[in-house]
C-alpha cells in the first residue's frame, strides 16, 4: 500500500465515524424526543439530516477518487466498497430519526396517549445495535459484526408486541386511533434502525472476510 492510499484510507476511515457519531446522536435524541414531544426538536433534527446529507456526498466522492487514483485491491478495495455502503445506511438512520421526530410530534394533540414500555426497550436496544455496528467496523471484528446480526431477531419480536398492544388499545379506544396510529409508526421506524445497523454488520463481515452474509436466509 503507497503511503498516499494509506493517507487517503485514514482521511476517509475518520469522516466516516464523524458522520456515525452524529447519526448516532441524531437518534438519541429521536429516541428520548418520544417521551417529551418537541416541534423544536424536530426541525433541529431535520437541519442535523442535511448535514448527514453532505456528509454522505462528501464521502461518496472520497472512496470514488480513491479507487480512481489508487485502482486498490483485495483488502483496500473490500473497505471501499464497505465504506460505501455503510455511508448509505446510515444516511438512511439519520432519515428514520427525522421520520420519528415528526411522529412523536403527532401525538402533541393527544398528550395523554402514553407510550408503550417495550418501545422504549426496542429503542434502547436498537440505538445499541447501531453502535456495536460501528464498533465493528472500527475494531474489524466479524464476530461482534455477527453477534448483531442475530440480535434483529429480537427486535423485530419486540415490534410485533408493541403493535399487537397498539391495536388492542385502538379497538378498546377508538379515539386515540389517529393518536396511536403515530406510535405504531414510530414503533415501525425505529424496527427499521435496527435493520440498518443490520445491514452494516453484514458490510463488517463481508470487509473483515471477505464473506457476503446477507439474504443468506432467504437463499436455503
Keep these: 500500500m503507497t503511503i498516499h492510499l494509506t493517507r487517503d484510507l485514514e482521511t476517509l476511515h475518520r469522516d466516516l465515524l464523524s458522520m456515525s457519531a452524529m447519526v448516532e446522536d441524531m437518534i438519541h435524541q429521536a429516541v428520548d424526543g418520544l417521551q417529551k414531544p418537541s416541534l423544536e426538536l424536530a426541525r433541529a433534527l431535520a437541519e442535523r439530516d442535511n448535514e448527514i446529507d453532505r456528509w454522505d456526498v462528501r464521502i461518496e466522492d472520497e472512496c470514488l477518487k480513491i479507487l480512481a487514483l489508487h485502482q486498490p485491491v483485495a483488502n483496500d478495495l473490500r473497505r471501499i466498497a464497505s465504506v460505501l455502503k455503510i455511508t448509505g445506511e446510515l444516511e438512511r438512520v439519520a432519515d428514520l ?14 398528550p395523554g396517549v402514553t407510550i408503550p414500555l417495550k418501545l422504549k426497550e426496542m429503542a434502547d ?8 455496528a460501528i464498533d465493528s467496523y472500527v475494531d474489524l471484528d466479524a464476530e461482534r459484526a455477527r453477534r448483531v446480526c442475530n440480535d434483529d431477531d429480537h427486535v423485530d419480536e419486540l415490534n410485533r408486541q408493541i403493535i399487537a398492544e ?27 434502525v435496527a435493520d440498518h445497523a443490520t445491514n452494516i454488520a453484514e458490510d463488517v463481515v463481508y470487509m473483515v472476510e471477505g464473506e457476503i452474509i446477507r439474504h443468506r436466509n ?3
Design 97 to 110: 430519526g427525522v421520520h420519528i421526530a415528526d411522529r412523536s410530534c403527532g401525538m402533541l394533540t393527544r
Design 125 to 132: 436496544f436498537a440505538v445499541d445495535m447501531l453502535h456495536r
Design 166 to 192: 397498539l391495536v388492542q388499545r385502538m379497538q378498546s379506544n377508538p379515539d386515540l386511533v389517529e393518536a396511536l396510529m403515530h406510535v405504531f409508526s414510530a414503533s415501525r421506524h425505529v424496527e427499521r
Design 218 to 220: 432467504s437463499l436455503r
